[in-house]
């Protein structure tokens, strides 16, 4: 029997050396005369420990992390083919590392443990059943479920998912469509990678459930052009999928039909605005439309059209195969399930934490991020990614809700919590704001197109130390300004961050450049 | 141009990829892919052909061109080396890598080094934000690049192999 072996093919284990791993371990394999099977699995979201090495024994599987190349033939020496604990890099049974086993994993279930492209394995996991269920239920019944659940847009606006796509349901058209928003463009967040990357069918069953659910017969995931390994995975995933009859004419033998095909981005923030989005799904210039028509009533190519962002699809399958009720037993107040959380930044143990809804922010950056990785004390947090607020310490207690955080001003987003310690100059971040919504805006609303601009320009001159208490008064009317006038939550949201650092950070905006 | 790794574009290559695409719904942006993907870039004198193919005006395809940073009119070099500038990896001292790239290889962003080697580009995110800084050259994404690394990385890129025949 050949020993298994485990080691992740993902984004970030990759980038810190997975596949030069992969290959000692075979050559050292090799050369000590030993029979491995080596397994390119998906990553646990441990990336503090990455690249994460996993052998399989009888007692379970056991994991080595951070593993560098030169790691390996010591490795080996440690007994590593029968999961020694010998080895300073050994972390135990992996299910036992504290990271993992105090989370709450119920979409991301089983990432890292299975090879993201093995539909074997992904049946083995529970994986087709949210399936198998939609099929033996009425588009209604499909959609009462996700409404009993209690489940909200992940993707930051938090709009009730079953309330959307019962207005789909109700439309009637000859064509309607599922768009999936996969342009992940948040700093901080990689979620919607992981799921991409390492459980490709969940995302395709997922969205097969929702065409089923509204009608629709042809899905599209919109994907950013940065992502180019989710772009290789998850189209395997997608003509794998078809080839066994999850996909096309003729799901499963019912008759009925669902096609998926995957579109790449070209580098523009603004098309994760749902509007824009299906512009550009459209081939034009990602321009933000106006609301109505809302994207539900006519949406892409002017059908009704649900767009879901990928956690929100990559939720269903566990509400259609355990119950809208199991789903919403987690979390609290109107804030139902789990919540993706990304620890990412100056983060010591950063990494993908799920969890139902109402952890804070110090638990979380403290017992799972272990603090910051530069070891010097923690200063501001942006959760939400770069249109919510930073948050100063006085902030870090708060549950995590959408409508707790909404009331401070702060928002969820798409979970990614970028975390800073105090060599962090607000000032700066505060005009990065600003300049990222003169890059990014799509220029067709002048608070936004215009105001970014002014806005850099302004805080220029506030750090300059010109004419600072007129030029403050202006920044404040400028943010309002945005706020109230622009078109979508680019320009609307810009000023969040800008104003939680004015508000909480002021020294920082006003510090002279000789300070700094 | 020797360094590039493309082959100079020729119209034909561009009839190719548009007829493999044009009767998808929302075709402009798969055609633009398909174009720079093989050509390194979408040649200025492609548009008219994309227009005529697709029964669009010069100025809308450019438009669209021109709206997103992924596209580029001008052949890149050998390389193109992404720094990521955004929030995460600016708390893990980007900022610094971004001065160290900009003066290692003397252009600014968005421009070719003078032996056509490296092109930079900044990217807002790659999703590689628990271990920045980021840094995407080609398809490769590497974690935690300090500015040793950065130069190992140049070092390797620009390191011709000499075929001995």
């Known amino acids: 029997m050949p020993v298994r072996i485990y080691v992740p093919r993902e984004t970030t284990a990759l980038a810190l050396g997975a596949d030069e791993v992969a290959e000692r371990i075979e050559a050292e394999a090799v050369a000590r005369g030993a029979e491995v099977e080596l397994v390119r699995n998906g990553s646990r979201g441990l990336f503090w420990l990455e690249p994460l090495v996993e052998v399989e024994t009888d007692a379970g599987r056991v994991a080595y992390g951070p593993v560098e190349p030169g790691d390996v033939a010591g490795l080996f020496d440690a007994g590593l083919l029968e999961g020694s604990a010998m080895s300073t890099l050994c972390r135990g049974p992996t299910e036992s590392i504290p990271y993992l086993q105090a989370q709450q994993r119920l979409t991301f279930a089983r990432i890292g443990i299975t090879d993201p492209l093995s539909l074997d394995d992904y049946r083995a996991h529970d994986g087709f059943r949210g399936l198998e269920q939609a099929l033996a239920l009425s588009p209604q019944a499909i959609v009462d479920e996700v409404k009993t659940s209690g489940l909200r847009g992940r993707g930051g606006a938090a709009f009730p998912t079953g309330i959307k796509w019962q207005t789909v349901l109700d439309a009637p058209a000859d064509q309607k469509y599922i768009v999936c928003n996969a342009d992940e463009g948040d700093s901080g967040t990689f979620a919607d990678r992981l799921v991409m990357e390492c459980d490709p069918y969940l995302l395709i069953e997922g969205m097969a459930i ?93 059908k009704p059209t649900v767009v879901n962002n990928v956690l929100s699809l990559a939720a269903v399958p566990f509400i259609l195969s ?195 | 141009m020797p360094n590039s790794p493309f082959l100079p574009w020729n119209p034909q290559q561009v009839q190719d990829e548009i007829d493999a695409l044009k009767h998808e719904p929302g075709a402009l942006l798969p055609i633009l892919h398909a174009i720079q993907d093989r050509c390194g870039h979408v040649p200025r004198e492609a548009v008219p052909i994309i227009a005529e193919a697709l029964q669009l005006t010069r100025a809308e395809v450019h438009g669209v061109i021109s709206f997103y940073h992924h596209f580029r009119t001008t052949p890149p070099g050998r390389h193109v080396v992404q720094i990521c500038r955004a929030e995460a990896c600016q708390a893990r001292g980007s900022r610094a890598l971004e001065n160290h790239a900009r003066e290692t290889l003397g252009i600014d962003y968005h421009q070719t080094t003078a032996d056509r080697e490296i092109t930079l580009e900044p990217v807002y995110c790659l999703g590689n934000c628990a271990c920045g800084p980021s840094l995407r050259v080609d398809d490769r994404i590497l974690a935690r690049v300090t500015p040793e690394k950065f130069n190992r990385l140049v070092d390797e890129l620009t390191t011709q192999v000499l075929e001995v025949s």
Request: proline share 4%; hydrophobic share 40%.
């Open chain 1, 322 to 516: 355990r119950g809208a009720t199991a789903y919403a037993d987690y979390g609290m107040g109107r804030s139902r399930g789990t919540l993706a959380l990304q620890l990412a930044g100056n983060v010591k143990r950063g990494g993908l934490v799920e969890l139902a809804f109402g952890t804070t922010l110090r638990q979380l950056m403290e017992d799972f991020g272990g603090g910051t990785a530069s070891g010097r004390p923690l200063r501001a947090v942006q959760v939400g990614g770069p249109l919510c607020a930073y948050l100063p310490e006085s902030q870090w207690d708060l549950p995590l809700d959408y409508e707790t955080f909404a009331e401070v001003g702060a928002g969820v987003g798409h979970g990614g919590v970028v975390m800073f310690d105090d060599t962090v100059d607000m000032g700066e971040q505060a005009r990065f704001a600003m300049e990222f919504c003169a890059v990014e805006s799509c220029g067709k609303c002048t608070p936004c197109r215009i105001g970014a601009v002014r806005g850099v320009e302004v805080i220029d001159r506030i750090r300059a130390g010109d004419n600072r208490e007129a030029n403050l008064a202006l920044l404040g009317d400028l943010c309002e300004t945005m706020v109230d006038g622009s078109l979508c939550a680019m320009g609307g949201m810009t000023p969040f961050p800008v104003q939680s650092v004015m508000k909480h950070f002021p020294d920082d905006l006003q510090r002279d450049a000789t300070q700094r």
């Open chain 1, 210 to 302: 929702a065409g089923l659910a509204v009608g629709a017969t042809q899905g599209y995931v919109y994907l950013r052009s940065e992502y180019p390994l989710a772009h290789e995975i998850f189209n395997e995933a997608i003509a794998r999928a078809e080839a066994a009859g999850y996909l096309g004419a003729d799901i499963r033998g019912s008759g009925r039909r669902f096609d998926l095909e995957v579109r790449l981005g070209a580098g523009a923030y603004i098309c994760g605005e749902e509007t824009s989005l299906l512009e550009s799904l459209e081939g034009k210039r990602g321009m933000v439309r106006f609301k109505p028509p809302l994207p539900a009533l006519e949406g892409l190519f002017g």
